[in-house]
């Protein structure tokens, strides 16, 4: 028999254990990638794959898989189900763990119900998706799909100056399988949406059926230290109020553009970072984003001719791409499967474009993927509220359950 429903009481159970690891002492969630508390949620997802009966691997960029596979369909590339469980600094309990631990239910639940799938089934919890202490961001499954060679990853610099490798191995999870070594047949990854427009226009699914280009660059402005009480305005070189108006032009640009871009400078620090000190450098980071490759990089031209127009004051200027995707388009036939698979569950979806990042957009470069998203409460992700009303997780998790009943082949 084909199972309709999962164990909604254990996906929400695995999901508050998960969200309880990495607390620190101030209540923050914090699980950045390769630390003690990535270390600790790690563990505590391997011990859930084993529980299941999976047989779990770990490759060399520390991306961890579970299988299950049968006699009849060992043969058969599998169907591969997953997210990340790394997170931002104070963040929300969902973001990448639902997409795990939805697609683990999956297979328990196709498994106690004795489902004969044709091909294998595996879930993935990519290294380091959120980027927020190793760049580029979706790092883990860009190495997956053999976009970055993993010499180069390994070597990858956190922002507190550990390096990727050691970190891995520090916790245990550099792996000693090649990254790539499952070869997807199809990925699906089951996501909350992280905005706001499910829950605004009352759609209970998101078939994603793009998601928007990502470009990261840090910016080094440096100017000349002098003396903040004696220093006219006139004969400063302030590189603190040089980067407070790029911030100021990136935002005008993309609220004047009547168009999806959007521009966030989300880390600056300032050298010497003193008082009475004019600034004598800045340093801070730029995401831009659009679903248009084209429009993209006007974008990145735009910025770099603000950066111009700085030197031509005075100003040195030093940039470093941190990060550069392409927008994605996913597989038209595995979306309309998502469609189709809410609507016979008399759930009202909308196809819809991945603001963020996903491992998926990297997965898709193997084999065909797509996303399902769920509605956010208030739109508010990367942050502690983050929120998903209990029946729109198991909702999605149970269209998820669809989708990979027929991608899998169970009859
Ligand atoms: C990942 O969360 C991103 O979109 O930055
Ligand atoms: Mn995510
Ligand atoms: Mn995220």
């Not at 949406?193 to 998601?211: D, M, T």
């Not at 400078?265 to 008082?275: C, E």
């Not at 993927?369 to 998790?397: C, Q």
Request: charged share 20%.
């Amino acid at each position: 028999m084909i199972p309709t429903t999962i164990d909604a009481a254990r996906l929400l159970g695995a999901l508050a254990d998960l969200g309880r690891i990495g607390l620190d002492a101030d209540g923050r969630r914090t699980r950045l990638a390769a630390t003690d508390a990535d270390r600790a949620g790690r563990d505590v997802f391997v011990a859930r794959l084993e529980a299941a009966g999976l047989a779990v691997t770990v490759d060399r960029i520390g991306n961890i898989f579970g299988l299950w596979a049968t006699e009849e369909n060992a043969a058969e590339p599998p169907l591969l189900l997953g997210s990340h469980i790394d997170t931002v600094v104070n963040a929300g309990p969902l973001d990448g763990c639902y997409g795990v631990l939805a697609a683990l239910e999956v297979i328990e639940t196709l498994k106690e119900a004795g489902a004969r799938p044709a091909r294998p089934i595996a879930v993935a919890a990519f290294t380091d998706e959120e980027g927020a202490r190793f760049a580029p961001d979706m790092l883990g499954s860009l190495v997956f799909a053999g976009g970055m060679a993993l010499d180069e990853a390994l070597a990858a610099v956190a922002t507190d100056g550990a390096r990727l490798g050691d970190e891995l191995a520090r916790i245990g999870y550099a792996g000693t399988v090649e990254p790539g070594h499952i070869r997807p047949a199809a990925y699906v990854e089951l996501h909350i949406e992280q905005g706001p427009v499910l829950e605004r226009e009352g759609f209970r699914i998101g078939a994603v059926e793009n998601l928007q280009g990502i470009s990261w660059q840090r910016v080094t402005i440096t100017g000349q230290a002098n003396h903040a009480g004696t220093t006219p305005m006139s004969m400063r070189r302030d590189a603190g109020l040089a980067a407070a108006r790029t911030v100021a032009f990136l935002a005008e640009r993309a609220n004047q553009s009547n168009t999806p871009t959007v521009a966030t400078v989300g880390r600056m620090s300032f050298a010497p970072d003193v008082i009475n000190v004019v600034p004598a450098r800045a340093t801070f980071t730029v995401d831009l984003r659009d679903p248009d490759e084209t429009r993209l990089r006007e974008e990145e031209a735009a910025f770099a001719a603000q950066l111009a127009a700085l030197e031509a004051e005075g100003f040195t200027v030093a940039t470093e791409q941190l990060a550069r995707f392409e927008p994605v388009v996913f597989d038209a036939g595995l979306v309309a499967a998502i469609e189709h698979a809410a609507r016979a569950r008399g759930l009202a979806v909308r196809r819809i474009t991945s603001g963020a990042g996903h491992d998926a957009q990297m997965v898709a470069r193997l084999c065909p993927g797509a996303m399902i998203f769920v509605p956010s409460i208030g739109g508010i992700s990367h942050n502690p509220r983050e929120a998903t009303a209990d029946a729109d997780l198991v909702a999605g998790a149970e269209v998820l359950l669809d989708v990979a009943v027929r991608l899998a082949g169970i009859a």
